[in-house]
């Protein structure tokens, strides 16, 4: 080894975190801004970032792109993470908004304030429905299923379940 020759020693390295985490009930993300830019930052796919920058080598005083990973918590069981790339060389705050996933509603719990209680109303009474015309096609009663599909199409609020014992009442069960 010559005495001209440099040494890994003389070389600059940084040592950063590739992938950030995100808050793990952010389920849809919005906008990233840094906080000096005052821009917000172009968001692409994985797959985009890995077709513009391959090897990703480069660093800067703030990041441009933002990638989106592991965007199902159910399925990976991994919370949301980003890639920013460039690398930022200093400390940089990131700033991101988010939609949460909501938090599973029991029986007894109140409906948040921003849901319409006739939603939830029509939504069941269309289950109820839905049940008496899948038990009406077990038991062969075509023409009961038939009247219940009907009451369902016209859509008439407040009538289903008054529609469906209706047709309970005038279709005569099969012996």
């Known amino acids: 080894m010559g005495t001209n020759q440099l040494t890994q020693a003389n070389v600059t390295y940084y040592i950063l975190p590739r992938y ?4 793990p009930t ?23 970032l890995n077709r513009m920058v391959p090897s ?15 965007s199902n918590l159910n399925v990976t069981g991994i ?6 790339y460039p690398y930022p060389t200093n400390s940089v705050t990131l700033h991101y908004t988010y939609w949460q996933t ?21 939504g069941a009474k269309v289950d109820l429905a839905n ?8 038991m062969g009663e075509l023409d009961r299923r038939r009247c219940i599909a009907t009451s ?19 279709v005569a069960p099969k012996t």
Do not use: H, W
Request: glycine letters at 6%; one cysteine or more; aromatic letters at 8%.
């Open 20 to 23: 950030q985490l995100l808050d």
């Open 152 to 170: 369902r199409i016209r859509k008439r609020p407040g009538s289903r379940t008054r529609s469906i014992e209706r047709c309970a009442t005038t």
């Open 131 to 138: 049940n008496a015309m899948g038990k009406a096609m077990r």
């Open 26 to 48: 952010a389920r849809q993300l919005g906008v990233f801004m840094v906080d000096y830019v005052f821009r917000p930052l172009e968001v692409v796919s994985e797959d985009q």
């Open 79 to 84: 919370p949301k993470q980003i890639e920013v």
């Open 102 to 122: 909501p938090p599973l509603l029991g029986y007894g719990d109140y409906l948040p304030p921003t849901i319409d209680p006739d939603i939830v109303r029509t």
């Open 56 to 70: 990703r080598f480069l660093v800067s005083s703030y990041p441009q792109f933002v990638a989106e990973l592991n």
